[in-house]
């Protein structure tokens, strides 16, 4: 089994930044990609950002794309999602997830995080 433990939620002003860290332990396959969602109070969970885990391809929403960074630093065995620019709309609970391949699908994800907050305030 593979656990993931997120990290760094909290809460911000618009137009700042956050840094979330996803940590992996147990059995870890360095062919998992490491994939972030998010979910917002009443809306279905949806793709943030991915990343290979033993490579460096990354992939990101499109509302996303240019504020997020996705990266990973393979010897802790964890993931980021560095979040600038926030805007209102991200707020939602962000979970760290693995899959075999790159997916933007949630159903696709083997393992999940128990998901970390994150309030952006205008």
């Known amino acids: 089994q593979v656990q993931l433990v997120e990290s760094g939620g909290g809460l911000v002003q618009a137009g700042g930044s956050l840094r979330l860290s996803c940590a992996a332990s147990g059995r870890t396959f360095s062919s998992y990609a490491m994939v972030w969602f998010r979910q917002a109070p009443g809306k279905e969970r949806e793709f943030v950002a991915a990343?290979?885990?033993?490579?460096?391809?990354?992939y990101y929403a499109d509302s996303v794309k240019g504020r997020f960074t996705i990266s990973r630093d393979n010897a802790k065995k964890t993931v980021y999602l560095q979040m600038n620019s926030l805007k209102p709309e991200d707020t939602a609970v962000y979970y760290c997830?693995?899959?075999?391949?790159?997916?933007?699908?949630?159903?696709?994800?083997?393992?999940w995080g128990k998901g970390t907050l994150v309030t952006v305030s205008s």
């Open positions: 990343i290979s885990w033993s490579g460096g391809s990354a």
């Open positions: 997830a693995a899959s075999e391949v790159v997916s933007r699908a949630a159903n696709a994800m083997l393992y």
